[in-house]
């Protein structure tokens, strides 16, 4: 959110990239997050991960963000990672340093890991060391899940999905592609 | 079957001569490069082409990134069926902005 200095703003933003916007276009950003922090613990401790390094991947910009936590309605869990995550709390009195905060480095390593997905512990579906044949990993992909009976719309995606991870590991990486699950 | 590219010209609303490229198969970070010939060679040092994506099957993030390129230098017009697969990415990622879209069916 950006604050007109006065009465209505209207103002265009062209930019080439998030840093230019951020670093010249406006010189101070302003933002307020209510976050909907899931339903369940795994998705918690994501968040809990998520709030601390934030801490530093956004630390070299002129960026404040108030985060807005319902100490009525959220778990204990999430209200104790919104205690070791943010370097300041709001009070109705004033914005006093955190006692609680936690070096975000050291508060990631503490977090438990994320859960795995079940399907992670079975054998891959496609196994292609080479992916460099997107055209054959995209027709493959549609094979595997043409059976699938799921709408022609989520295979699409998935296909999508596939072949833009596989560009992504082409472009920046070399095969093999190797199977990194423990 | 990978992608095809044509190049004609066409005369468009009147005295207007537009170049058309005619894209058929799939385009990917493969065939990305090709692609971004074929534009190139079909538009010169004119205004605008055309393109016809309506055999296209296959459209990804490369082949949007040539399209926006040469959106940023030229007019570009987009020929494509509105119930396609093409039609919901030009959408999504918000080229339809900066092209002009012309349904084909």
């Given at each position: 959110m950006?604050?007109?200095?006065?009465?209505?703003g209207h103002?265009?933003?062209?930019?080439?990239?998030?840093?230019?916007m951020?670093?010249s276009a406006?010189?101070f950003l302003?933002?307020?997050?209510?976050?909907?922090?899931?339903?369940?613990r795994?998705?918690?401790?994501e968040?809990?991960?998520?709030?601390?390094?934030?801490?530093t991947v956004?630390a070299?910009?002129p960026?404040?963000n108030?985060?807005?936590y319902?100490a009525?309605q959220l778990?204990?869990?999430v209200l104790?990672?919104?205690?070791?995550?943010h370097?300041?709390?709001?009070?109705?009195?004033?914005?006093?340093?955190?006692?609680?905060?936690l070096?975000?480095?050291l508060?990631?390593?503490?977090?438990?890991?994320?859960?795995?997905?079940?399907?992670?512990a079975?054998?891959?579906?496609?196994?292609r060391?080479?992916?460099?044949?997107l055209?054959?990993?995209?027709?493959d992909?549609r094979?595997?899940?043409?059976?699938?009976?799921?709408?022609t719309?989520?295979?699409s995606?998935?296909?999508?999905a596939v072949?833009?991870?596989a560009?992504n590991?082409l472009?920046?990486?070399?095969?093999?592609?190797r199977?990194?699950?423990? | 079957?990978?992608a095809?590219?044509t190049?004609?010209?066409?005369a468009?609303?009147?005295p207007?001569?537009?170049?058309?490229?005619?894209v058929?198969g799939?385009?990917?970070?493969?065939?990305?490069?090709?692609?971004?010939?074929?534009?190139?060679?079909?538009?010169?040092?004119?205004?605008?082409?055309a393109?016809?994506l309506?055999?296209v099957t296959y459209?990804d993030?490369?082949a949007?990134?040539?399209?926006f390129?040469?959106?940023?230098?030229?007019?570009?017009i987009?020929?494509?069926?509105?119930?396609?697969i093409?039609a919901?990415l030009?959408?999504?990622?918000?080229?339809d902005?900066?092209v002009t879209?012309?349904?084909?069916?």
């Amino acid at each position: 959110m950006t604050e007109p200095a006065s009465g209505y703003g209207h103002d265009a933003l062209c930019y080439a990239s998030d840093e230019d916007m951020i670093a010249s276009a406006v010189p101070f950003l302003r933002a307020a997050l209510d976050a909907d922090f899931g339903a369940d613990r795994a998705s918690w401790a994501e968040w809990a991960r998520f709030e601390a390094i934030i801490n530093t991947v956004l630390a070299r910009y002129p960026l404040w963000n108030v985060c807005m936590y319902n100490a009525r309605q959220l778990p204990s869990e999430v209200l104790a990672a919104a205690e070791l995550t943010h370097p300041h709390l709001l009070t109705a009195a004033a914005r006093i340093p955190n006692p609680h905060f936690l070096d975000p480095a050291l508060l990631l390593r503490q977090l438990p890991r994320t859960g795995r997905d079940p399907l992670e512990a079975t054998p891959p579906g496609i196994d292609r060391p080479d992916p460099s044949d997107l055209l054959k990993l995209r027709q493959d992909v549609r094979d595997l899940l043409a059976a699938s009976g799921h709408p022609t719309e989520t295979v699409s995606g998935f296909v999508f999905a596939v072949s833009e991870v596989a560009s992504n590991a082409l472009t920046h990486g070399p095969p093999p592609a190797r199977d990194i699950r423990r | 079957m990978t992608a095809n590219f044509t190049n004609r010209v066409s005369a468009e609303s009147g005295p207007r001569i537009v170049p058309v490229v005619t894209v058929d198969g799939e385009i990917d970070l493969a065939t990305a490069g090709q692609f971004d010939q074929a534009l190139r060679a079909a538009a010169g040092s004119g205004p605008r082409i055309a393109v016809d994506l309506t055999g296209v099957t296959y459209l990804d993030s490369a082949a949007i990134r040539v399209l926006f390129e040469h959106a940023a230098r030229m007019q570009l017009i987009l020929l494509l069926p509105a119930d396609g697969i093409v039609a919901p990415l030009v959408t999504l990622c918000g080229l339809d902005r900066v092209v002009t879209v012309r349904a084909t069916s």
